[in-house]
């Protein structure tokens, strides 16, 4: 398990707790290794702008968010993922401490399975691609397209039918240029990218 540390938004009296507590967190952001610690921002919502709140939420960390309002997600319409929490107030200290193993085991399980391409975020775990807080799914065969084509850029069309639908590459078949029209228009759909994946001498590749 990774050594947690928090930051703490929206409460000192939180923060000051839990200084008296350190044998259970740390607060210096300053000492984190990179490759041995996870940051948790821990946000007490009701004293934060919404808008520093979802600026927050757009970070990709592991993150807390304290509320009195048993509504307040759905009331400010925000977007949490996975590795965020909602928790009201008051809470055992003690129980939060197991919520944040649970919440970074998560995180690690997410960062394990997300992909950078461009300025779009892949999971291949919950099969979706994300750019500029807009999400849409992803077909089982649209992502081992687009990871195929991450993988080795510059593939060509028998290839990616053996390889991707498991046709013979003699077989003549409609499955990639279906599977490819349908991925391209959700991607202009979605995010007005018209060269997510583009065609050059035969050969295919996600666009720089």
Known sequence: MNNIHLKILGSQAFTNLLSELDYLFNLDEK????????LVKVL????????KVK??????????????????VKKNS??????HITLQVPIEILSF?????ILVSKYNFFKNSKIIINDYEIDSNSRTILKKNIIAKLTEKELELILALNKENGLDKSFLLKNIWKHSINLDTHAFE???????KKIFKY???????IEKNSLYYLAN
């Open 55 to 72: 600026k927050i939420l757009l970070e990709n960390l592991p993150i807390v968010l304290f509320s009195r309002q048993k509504d307040y």
């Open 78 to 83: 925000l977007n949490l993922l996975d590795f």
């Open 44 to 51: 007490f919502v009701d004293n934060l702008d919404v808008k």
């Open 31 to 38: 000492l984190i290794d990179k490759n041995k610690d996870i």
């Open 97 to 101: 401490k197991e919520i944040l193993n």
């Open 178 to 184: 279906t599977h490819l029209h349908r991925l391209r």
């Open 191 to 197: 995010y007005e990218d018209k060269n997510f994946i």
